[in-house]
């Protein structure tokens, strides 16, 4: 839909302080009110949460670390509807647990097992924790409150049935005891970002799987020494590692050994063991928010990596759909893929939305991004017939579908850039130019020691880590913005032009090293992850998931309007090298914010992340997670809500206990007006 002219002063509310305190703050004339939390029960049999540690049954519970969401309408008689304003489904990623060792503490009596093997239940409390939600949601008499027994209400696991769906499907690399032809797994897992569909379904991103996993140190022998370490290694995983729950120690039942994926049987394709069992989680998944009967399908020609978010270009009917992704970890890449299928309109509103999904997202082409230091770059096709990849080195391909799965080694074959963590992703409404957050990354640096340190280049140029603008030099810690407009060919363009819309910095710091976009204390920030644009508003909503400024002030979200690329100007940062020379970095920032474009919006509660962004049609009711407070809580102290960092959301009066959880809020405006007016 086109975005409304506003009636009113966008940005007109006052900013909201930094703060430390262990509660969301929103400004004046807003209110901020919990609705969905972990634990909370999705029918109408399942009881109230007493989060003491002792509730079951999580299957039909809020799972935990709420994440990416969108909102799908409904209509007063229960129809899908992209108009509905007062009624309709949230589809919510439930990316992971709260842990400090191996047990998801704040769930079990006395903070769980840390010990291997780990008891079952527990266990089997931690995986029904992990997926997806979907959840009614509802304005009654003015207030909205999520509907326990809606019959809309879902639950997918990372133990739950997914199908694999496009160029991957039943390729040897997915054989597995569960699947011996390779085209279905158990669950989706770790999942982050969110997008929606041109179509209306839903799609999360499965971003920190790998850790899951273990594989046994002498593994590789048993298996012939064949190429799945450097596949293993190249996604963050090293042979004889420990998974992060030790979820495999449970028992022999498939749902523990699945998370072993070492060579148990005698077979040479893994169809009696679980050895390519990690090579079904790591892709953008697609879920129908009205029909919890379809099977959530995992995208696999949108690569396997460790995905944020899923943002569609605008629909242009008769032309391709592009859909781009971050890979979020230290030096990954950033991602298009483009339909073969071009878009016509009618599918805008279809019957089966996943078979319109199988239409446009089973086949097409993957690109990497390249960047160049003069402003420009170019999208490279990740195809077995680029001679780049075929020819590369470092790890032999055997079909398209292997390069899909192992997209990150193919992104290294065709010298892709790598990037400060490529977070969320979102398309500007107003002029179709995409927008990355680019976290952080520790290893940026002009004096590279270490294999995995980078030089600062163009799209990265931030190398000092001190706030207050020291000449100290060990990455960037506070993470910029990053914008992208494409070529003349639009979705389908191979080229693009560049600049930085924004850098993260404390206010305080030096305006030619740190705090390039001349942040004052109403605007600094640091680590944005959360990134979308209001389809109403047009505002650009920007969350953090920091650790570099969170002595000053808890994480938080901030409105933006911002321009376009190349409305600032190019600057060059100067770096003394290790051998005494100076390394000169041009990079171009975009026009600096004023108190009209960019002012802070929300702080939430201690230890948390703010992520998840999405509202309804008429962007009066706006919804966000509050992900891990108190996730720094000694986990020794679970018998002391005294000493829990954080006792949000008890302490603002939703629900029992006082042990800390992830949950959903919705923000209105006291007068009724849209969200960030
Ligand atoms: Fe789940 Fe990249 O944040
Ligand atoms: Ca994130
Ligand atoms: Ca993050
Ligand atoms: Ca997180």
């Not at 191996?102 to 029904?128: C, K, Q, V, W």
């Not at 799609?203 to 899951?212: A, H, I, L, P, T």
């Not at 679980?274 to 129908?288: F, K, L, P």
């Not at 390249?370 to 195809?383: P, Q, R, Y």
């Amino acid at each position: 839909p086109p975005v409304t002219p506003p009636a009113e002063k966008l940005l007109g509310f006052t900013a909201v302080p930094k703060s430390l305190a262990d509660l969301v703050t929103v400004p004046a004339g807003y209110t901020a009110t919990v609705l969905y939390a972990l634990g909370d029960p999705l029918t109408a049999s399942a009881t109230a949460f007493k989060n003491d540690g002792t509730d079951a049954d999580f299957e039909n519970r809020a799972g935990d670390h709420h994440d990416g969401m969108e909102f799908f309408g409904l209509s007063a008689d229960g129809k899908a509807s992209s108009t509905a304003v007062d009624r309709g489904i949230l589809a919510i990623n439930h990316e992971a647990t709260t842990n400090q060792q191996l047990s998801s503490f704040f769930i079990h009596a006395n903070g769980g097992t840390n010990t291997l093997p780990r008891p079952g239940a527990e266990i089997d409390r931690e995986t029904a924790l992990h997926g997806l939600s979907m959840v009614e949601v509802r304005k009654t008499g003015g207030k909205w409150e999520y509907v326990k027994d809606s019959a809309f209400n879902r639950r997918v696991t990372c133990l739950t049935e997914c199908e694999i769906s496009g160029p991957v499907r039943g390729n040897a690399l997915l054989v597995t005891k569960y699947s011996k032809d390779g085209t279905k797994t158990r669950g989706t897992l770790n999942n982050c970002g969110t997008g929606r569909t041109p179509w209306g379904s839903f799609v999360s991103g499965e971003e920190n799987w790998s850790g899951y996993f273990v594989r046994g140190a002498a593994d590789n022998a048993a298996r012939g020494n064949d190429k799945s370490v450097t596949s293993l290694n190249r996604y963050g995983r090293s042979q004889g590692a420990a998974s992060r729950h030790g979820w495999e120690s449970g028992g022999t039942d498939d749902k523990y050994a699945r998370w072993n994926n070492s060579k148990l049987g005698a077979s040479t394709d893994g169809s009696d063991d679980y050895r390519n069992e990690m090579n079904g989680m790591g892709y953008i998944v697609e879920a129908d928010p009205y029909n919890k009967a379809k099977v959530v399908k995992k995208r696999t020609a949108l690569g396997r990596y460790a995905h944020e978010s899923a943002a569609f270009s605008k629909p242009v009917a008769g032309q391709p759909l592009a859909v781009y992704m971050g890979d979020d970890s230290r030096n990954e890449y950033i991602y298009k893929f483009v339909s073969t299928a071009t878009w016509n309109p009618a599918d805008a509103t279809p019957t089966d939305l996943l078979a319109i999904g199988d239409k446009y997202l089973d086949s097409g082409k993957l690109f990497v991004a390249k960047f160049n230091a003069d402003g420009t770059g170019t999208w490279i096709e990740l195809a077995l017939a680029n001679s780049a990849i075929t020819g590369f080195a470092g790890y032999k391909f055997a079909d398209q579908a292997d390069v899909l799965v192992n997209a990150r080694l193919a992104g290294d074959a065709v010298g892709a850039t790598k990037m400060d963590r490529p977070e969320w992703c979102s398309v500007n409404p107003a002029n179709g130019e995409i927008y990355f957050s680019l976290t952080n990354n520790s290893n940026r640096t002009a004096t590279p020691s270490g294999s995995s340190a980078l030089v600062p280049d163009g799209p990265n140029p931030r190398a000092y880590t001190d706030m207050k603008g020291s000449t100290a030099q060990n990455g960037n810690p506070n993470g910029h913005l990053l914008r992208v407009k494409e070529g003349a060919a639009g979705s389908a363009a191979t080229s693009f032009t560049w600049d930085v819309y924004l850098f993260g910095a404390e206010s305080g710091a030096d305006t030619s090293k740190v705090n390039l976009s001349n942040l004052t204390s109403d605007q600094d920030f640091s680590s944005p992850d959360g990134l979308a644009f209001s389809q109403s508003t047009g505002i650009c909503w920007i969350q953090t998931d920091d650790g570099a400024y969170t002595d000053v002030t808890n994480c938080m979200m901030l409105a933006a309007l911002p321009g376009q690329v190349g409305d600032g100007a190019k600057v060059t940062l100067s770096y003394p090298t290790a051998n005494g020379g100076t390394l000169n970095v041009d990079t171009f920032v975009g026009k600096k914010p004023t108190a009209d474009t960019l002012k802070r919006f929300l702080v939430g509660p201690v230890d948390c992340e703010l992520t998840g962004i999405t509202e309804t049609p008429d962007g009066k009711a706006l919804f966000v997670n509050i992900q891990h407070p108190g996730e720094l809580t000694n986990q020794a102290n679970i018998a002391d809500p005294g000493k829990y960092s954080s006792q949000w959301p008890s302490n603002a009066g939703y629900g029992a206990g006082k042990r800390p959880r992830s949950a959903t809020i919705v923000i209105t405006k006291n007068d009724g007006g849209r969200i960030g007016s």
